[in-house]
């Protein structure tokens, strides 16, 4: 059996219980179908399988909910002007300092990447997931060595609940794939977006450079801009939003994440221990501090938690690009940039490469708490 025991509001102790079962040949059963979620959708299912269903994050909204009933929401920022005009540089990079320390997240408009650009990054994303099932499971895979990796839940064999969301990956940067093992749905504008998000970034890292008062180019040459996974998101519409999730809690752990999301919204970000929605901005990209950020700034920037929660409306589709050479070998080593440790502010980790982040990252997934700690001196 498993359990799960609950309060009410009035006190009461409640114990659900769960008829046992044998959840890995489902969660096999479900990944041979290589259909994914979008497929189970399509099937027109009215209930979820069990290896969606996700306990812990009812107990989450129950006790963090705050989304709707709070006035704070994460900081925006308007990028009009930022390379010409000093003083509204001055005021952006202020506004980027304290977003990146107090909730790790902000919205950027007027960044520079045409709305046309944006627009056809979520189709292509739509088009992908629209294609013949016969198709899609050509390229359904756990080889995550592939220049194109498409499969449902990156961590599905390991994670007590499966999410309800299909994605697929591909290492753009620093070595980008041949355009023949890119989908042929998307890819133009996977190249085209690809090029925008770098440049975007390498603006970013300059702001964040000065936000940090550090020469404007310090996080660029240490090479913070080399690496870009660009993931592509598909949120079916889920039949029983309030048993699973969309992604469980977790924070990212390259540099930054540039995100590109659509109307229908469902990201929340933890900020003083409540849930706030990250609500859709037309024409906006929401920027995240990852891990790696933290530890080279000592945590002065954090790399906070952040969720997208189940929704009866799909799918909805995001674009997350991080801003990480991942486990591509890499042999630059991070640890705290000098000129911002002292003595009153001493290194607080041990350097580490971004591979050996990324693995060890990725073996506690099933934790679920910050893999930050285990790098910390002392
Ligand atoms: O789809 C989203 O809004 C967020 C995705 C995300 O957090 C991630 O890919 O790390
Ligand atoms: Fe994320």
Redesign the pocket.
């Known amino acids: 059996m498993i359990r799960k025991m609950g309060v009410s509001k009035n006190g009461e102790v409640s114990v659900t219980t769960h008829p046992e079962y044998d959840r890995a040949s489902e969660v096999k059963a479900f990944d041979d179908t290589k259909d994914g979620v979008k497929g189970l959708a399509d099937s027109g299912v009215t209930k979820i399988p069990r290896i969606f269903h996700n306990l812990q994050s009812l107990d989450e909204s129950e006790k963090d909910s705050a989304s709707g009933s709070t006035q704070v929401s994460v900081p925006s920022v308007d990028f009009a002007g930022v390379g010409e005009d000093p003083s509204r540089r001055k005021v952006v990079v202020e506004k980027i300092r304290e977003a990146s320390e107090t909730w790790g997240f902000f919205q950027v408009v007027n960044h520079g990447i045409p709305l046309s650009v944006l627009e056809e990054m979520k189709n292509g994303v739509r088009r992908f997931y629209e294609q013949d099932p016969e198709v899609k499971r050509e390229l359904y895979t756990r080889d995550p060595l592939r220049p194109l990796v498409y499969n449902s839940n990156f961590d599905l064999y390991s994670s007590p609940s499966a999410n309800w969301?299909d994605?697929f990956f591909c290492f753009m940067a620093p070595h980008p794939p041949k355009p023949q093992d890119l989908p042929s749905v998307c890819r133009d504008i996977l190249v085209e977006y690809t090029k925008q998000v770098m440049k975007l970034g390498s603006e970013l890292f300059e702001l964040l450079s000065e936000a940090l008062g550090l020469n404007p180019n310090h996080l660029n040459d240490i090479g913070c801009n080399e690496g870009l996974v660009v993931?592509c998101?598909c949120?079916p519409a889920c039949p029983e939003p309030e048993l699973t999730m969309?992604?469980t809690k977790?924070a990212?752990d390259g540099f930054i994440?540039v995100?590109l999301?659509d109307h229908i919204g469902?990201?929340q970000v933890l900020h003083e221990n409540r849930w706030v929605d990250?609500s859709p901005v037309p024409g906006a990209l929401?920027i995240?501090i990852g891990d790696l950020l933290q530890l080279i700034t000592n945590d002065k920037f954090k790399s906070v938690e952040?969720?997208?929660v189940a929704n009866r409306v799909g799918p909805?589709v995001?674009v997350?690009s991080?801003f990480s050479t991942s486990l591509q070998p890499s042999s630059n080593l991070y640890g705290p940039i000098k000129d911002l440790v002292s003595e009153d502010n001493p290194p607080k980790y041990r350097e580490i490469t971004v591979h050996d982040y990324v693995a060890y990252s990725l073996a506690r997934s099933l934790v679920g708490t910050s893999p930050l700690p285990h790098f910390r001196i002392g």
């Open positions: 969301r994605t993931a998101h949120y969309g992604a977790h990212d994440t995100l999301q469902g990201l990250v929401v995240n952040h969720r997208v909805r995001s997350a991080f």
